[in-house]
């Protein structure tokens, strides 16, 4: 598989080698830069199809990061990650990181290590609360729990809703031991209204908040009294970084007026210009004014076709410039310190950033940096646990890390001296109050801090003084009008929701939460969900087994009866293979409100192995292998009017796993303008006939049929790139796949997809194949 710039390009942007490893399976991605090959090789595969090695190989030409740097996975049985191994970088020895888990609850308690020679941990313990989040975690690198050194942190929730009101950090060395308290408010609407920290160093730290009817944020301020209810004003601010800050916006979305009241030197009022809102484009900031002191101020800014910022103004490095790849992201910046540029490996991931003063190396869980100057090489490495960072660490020390809600990193406490280090911000993710000396170059919810004075965010490239994105959303959801605009951040709420992806917030809209009550009539049918997504799981199997040579009437049609009684146990599906002499077993499960489904179908599965050994004593028992389908699943028509299922493989060998959702509500399409990489689907075929697809015009194929949505580089729907003539082309080893209006188009031979009964796997009906 490969994408080429256009029809007429000898050489390929990237390409994508299957099946040498395992079946189906990606082998390597290779990003090609000119003759300089950029590749990312899976070493191996476990039982369960996970990954378990994987080899990042940078050219000889890339001076000072060229090399092999290859890292290992190990699982549990229900597909937690048991282990990862990171190789000798920079100057970091290698180190295997091991999770533990509660046996009871499969709930992550401890992280442990072999740093180098070294064992120690990282995480020492985990308490949790009756709803299985955290309520305290205990860092020290000590091989026990004990006396001398630890930092804990502590979380506290709302019992009947789960959400956090609030966290705090302590340490048990120096005074005062309480680091930071930080407390939150929401109003009923659940927008976050007040973030008060009355330990925080230099006096109590009191934000408010205050929101439109939109739940857009107009008002951010720090009253000295921590009182929310008042009015805003300048002679009653109070705080360790005092300010306050107002926002109005247009019909249409675009953040309208800033008002900063509190600014150094007097007030600072600034106002955006955008095209006509009945005009094209009417989202792109043109311009802002800016009125200081008596003083007026203006900066323009500058787009290409596609949407992208082609020149923005800075505060000490003149006018950027900045030009993009076909595929999308930002290629280079260039302003009075020099030029900044990005490789990316295939799937679009940044994987190198040059600029004026050296390169970084992105890898899994650190980054590599080459200092040009002294042809020095240093790396980072980053912990986490779940979803959560608690650690960085160099060649001068490990720093704890406590984040917000959002997952920005604001306390950074050395592990050895227990000296702490805080930083704060404005809601949008200005600094606010002294820059202090950081351990690491994260920021703002997580994202890379740029030399440009931008932050990577995932898709995209953030800029904390607009508040917004400098590139089009590749993801757009039809029933959030907030998140359609194409370049907000958070639905303009960035104190209640966050877009860490650059993609789209990942909480539920209002549109999805209107269609969700809507479905309750029918939200306790799940046996007729369950038995729609069998249906679906044993069509694909069938296929499966037919296109290796199997016979597909092997596979179970219905509940497979495992012995005789008033209330026998019945496996969802089996699979006889009697050429191989095995029998494979599948448990399909709801995924959504069963977040341990994986886990669930596991359990369900060895009870049925025994009675399939008694039944087939020849034979060897195992779970089924994973459906041969994309990460993100296929998706169906569902049981009842309206309603869609998506199916898709669990964590755990032999899990299927399905969540329902209203087809009213249209699926996040990609914008035109941003196609992230494709990924092939489904087997090889032969005697392609290549489908040239317009965008965003009509796809005029061999036939409508759509095939299963596959996943993009940070999350989103997948599709091909976009090349610099306004066409697709992505040739899937003889399989030619497309993206139009948000649906995957299949074409060969003139057929299209796969139809089962009276519904296609792509989620839309399809005519007779052929």
Known sequence: ?????????????????????????????????????????????????????????????????????????????????????????????????????????????????????????????????????????????????NTGSRVFQSFSRELETGRLTGVKSSRELVSPFTVADIRYGYDKAGNITSVADPAASGGADNQCFRHDWQRRLTEAWTPGNGDCNAAPATATLGGPAAYWLSWTYDTIGNRKTQVDHAAAGGERSTTYTYPDAQTAKPHTLTGTSTVAGGTTTTAAYGYDPAGNTQTRPTASAGTQTLTWNPEGSLASVADSTGTTSYIYDADGNRLVQRDPTGKTLYLPGQEIRFTTATAVRSCTRFYTVGDQGIASRTAAGLSWLTGDHQGTSLIAINSTTQQAVVRRQSPFGTARGTKPAWPNARGYVGGAIDNTGLIHLGAREYDTALGRFISLDPIMDLTDPQQMHGYTYARSNPVTFSDPTGLRPPEMTGGEWTQELAKQRHRKDHTSRHNRARDVAVAIIKADVASRGGDPNDVSDNDFTLRTGRYPPRADIVYVDKDAGIVYVWEVKKGAIRPNGSK???????????????????????????????????????????????????????????????????????????????????????????????????????????????????????????????????????????????????????????????????????????
């Open 1 to 145: 598989t490969a994408i080429f710039e256009n029809q007429l390009s000898a050489s390929p942007r990237a390409r994508w080698t299957y099946d040498t490893v395992a079946k189906g399976q990606l082998t390597q991605s290779v990003r090609y830069e000119g003759t300089a090959a950029y590749t990312v090789k899976v070493d191996g595969y476990d039982d369960g199809y996970r990954p378990t090695g994987q080899t990042v190989t940078v050219p000889t030409a890339e001076t000072g990061l060229n090399g092999s740097y290859s890292f290992q996975s190990s699982y549990a049985v229900d597909g937690s990650v048991r282990s990862s191994t990171f190789p000798v970088s920079a100057d970091l020895p290698t180190e295997t990181l091991t999770n533990h888990y509660d046996e009871t609850l499969g709930l992550a308690n401890r992280l442990t290590t072999v740093y180098g020679t070294t064992e120690f941990s990282y995480v020492a313990d985990t308490d949790y609360n009756a709803l299985g989040l955290v309520d305290q975690r205990e860092l020290y690198t000590g091989l026990y729990s």
């Open 600 to 770: 669930a179908a596991t359990v369900s599965i060895n009870k049925y192995i025994p009675h399939l050994k008694r039944m087939f004593p020849t034979y060897t028992i195992r779970p089924g292998f994973n459906l041969p389908i994309p990460p993100t699943g296929v998706v169906t028509p569902g049981p009842h009017p309206g309603e869609m299922l998506r199916v898709y493989n669990g964590s755990s060998p032999g899990s299927v796993l399905y969540d329902e959702f209203d087809s009213p509500r249209p699926r996040p399409v990609l914008a035109p303008e941003r196609v992230p990489v494709p990924v092939p689907i489904g087997n090889p075929v032969t005697k392609p006939d290549p489908v040239r697809l317009g965008v965003p015009r009509p796809v005029h194929g061999p036939c409508p049929g759509v095939c299963p949505v596959t996943s993009a580089p940070h999350g989103g729907l997948a599709g091909p790139s976009l090349s610099t003539d306004g066409m697709i082309w992505a040739v899937a080893s003889g399989l030619v796949i497309g993206i139009a209006a948000g649906a995957c188009v299949v074409a060969s031979g003139g057929i299209c997809g796969i139809v089962l009964g009276g519904f296609a796997l792509g989620g839309a009906a399809a005519p007779a194949m052929g």
